[in-house]
């Protein structure tokens, strides 16, 4: 019945604007094909599998100063109406690390020194760099319903800048942790400089498992009330709140290395702590899980990036 | 239907929008949200509840480079998976789209937009996810501004924004990207009457530089004003497409004759 009407009336009437067709007949299509900008786009089914990956990292690259604005305007409208305002970034990570050296000061009874608080400083807030990563990445997709439902570029994105927000606010508690250790008066050599490794490791892990649990949340809501115990445990089989020897002491030895963010966390140790290079076998050990999470991690989410819509 | 009289067309012969038999399946799960728990007791259950929605039937239609296409239809029809189809947000369950120029949207949920962000930094954001580099978005900006007239508001939060700024705000993104194809979502229904006047010449000017506008609205006189072809969408299929004013006339009497949205093909 509805079809007898599109017949009825479907006959193409004859277009006032003819030389529409000189007009396209210059730019050929094919040449210049991507998805998301340039002249001409061919929208097929969707099927897992990755897109053509070099216009996929063109259109990535170039909205580069998109995920960097974002994190950056997100961090501004997070303390916009507090009194203390930005200060917060420095004063929750403190707080944070204030509270766990209470802690193990109270249940282990004060064997603790100032040592370990600088430990648990540097410890805590590159664990911090990684947790806030994911739980910020995890929210990234599900919450960016509007700006995924209404404009098409790369979803991942948002991911990407749950990490960039993560590291800009992970870049002030750097100088604290430095005064603390300076206080404190753990030697500084030149052995620090690894930090900057460790950091980029730490950020490799971060970010394939924040674009991965950025999709898997799509498929499951749930994920974003399981993730904070998830990180919480993850933090407490990290040694941070306790040495990499305890650890092997206690016979729990092998979560030192099924735990990516152990081996970085061991490496920050050695350079901040004991100031000489780390274990190369303990870096590259946490390195190589920082490669195999982030290519897995960003494979998963391209795959699957383009059905996300759909779901939302 | 004129079973694959559309096929064979490309962007090559003069148009700006094939759409080559288009279905758009929506899955939800029954529950709303798909929950690991949920997931997990239909495993053991051996079950699988996936609600599919068909948003969108077959759909078949092209659009001339330069001309203006209406779509209309009542609510649940498909007019907003079928505009986020053709921008390349949602990718069609079946059939190919082909899309010919640099596409513009303005979709009936503002453009991305976070009430929390100030205008401006959303009309900035919004840019730059568009693929707009930060020069060409410090270009444009202030001609958008000047558009909306929303000067003494950019530095407010969005929430604090009416309706009508809002949709002004949108609209002015839209036409001041400088599109080959503007994809336009039931954004004239918002602001007043001189800035409808307003958004009317800028479109109106646009399809002059041979430029494609695609619109959804609820507004018969917009229809009947601008567009020269459009479709009535049902359900998720085509009923009718015609010059727009057989298009209006016809669903117009359909929404007089038919209070309880079913469709028959005497009552048209």
Known sequence: MAEQMVQRTDEELPQPAEDASSQASNGKPGLDSDDYTGNYHVYEPFQVGLPPMRPYLRELWRRRQFALQLSKTKLRAKHFDTALGQLWLVITPLLMAFVYFLLITVIRGGSRGADFFAHLVAALFLFHLFSQSVQQGANSIVGGGKLILNTAFPRILLPFSSVVWAFRRFLPTIPIAAVIHLIVGVP????????????????????GVACFVAALQVYFRDLSNLLPHVLRIWLYTTPILYTADQATERGLGVFLWLNPMAPVIRSLAATVDHQELPNATVFLGGLAWGIGLFVLGVLFFISRERELAVRL | MPSGSENGYSVDDGYSIVVDDVSVTYRTSVEGRPT?????????????????????????????????????????????????????????????????????????????????????????????????????????????????????????PMRTYSSGMYGRLAFAVAVCMDPDILVIDEALSVGDARFKKKSFERMKQLCDDDRTILLVTHA?????????????????????????????????????????????????
């Not at chain 2, 296409?69 to 029809?77: E, K, M, S, T």
């Not at chain 2, 010919?100 to 919004?126: C, D, M, P, Q």
């Not at chain 2, 444009?140 to 000067?151: N, P, S």
């Not at chain 2, 020269?228 to 049902?234: E, G, I, T, V």
């Open chain 2, 220 to 268: 018969m006189g917009t229809v009947k004003k601008l567009c020269d072809r459009a479709m009535w969408l049902h359900k998720g299929e085509v009923v009718m497409k015609d010059r727009s004013k057989e298009v209006v006339k016809h669903y117009t009497r359909f929404l007089e004759v038919n209070e309880d949205d079913e469709l028959t093909a005497e009552e048209l």
């Open chain 1, 188 to 207: 500084v050599g030149w052995a620090i400089l690894f930090v900057i490794p460790i950091v980029a490791v730490t950020l490799l892990i971060a970010t």
């Open chain 2, 36 to 156: 690991l728990q949920n997931t997990i007791r239909r495993l053991g259950r051996r079950e699988r509840i996936v609600r599919e929605v068909e948003a969108l039937k077959k759909v078949n239609f092209r659009i001339k480079r330069g001309h203006v296409y209406g779509v209309v239809g009542a609510n649940g029809a498909g007019k907003s998976t079928l505009m986020r189809a053709v921008t390349g947000i949602l990718p069609p369950t079946e059939g190919r789209i082909e899309v010919k120029g640099r596409v513009s949207t303005l979709l009936s949920l503002g453009i991305g937009f976070n009430k929390e962000l100030t205008g401006r930094e959303n009309v900035v954001l919004g840019g730059l996810a568009a693929g707009l580099t930060r020069e060409e978005m410090a270009d444009k900006y202030d001609e958008i501004v000047e558009f909306a007239e929303l000067e003494d508001f950019m530095d407010m």
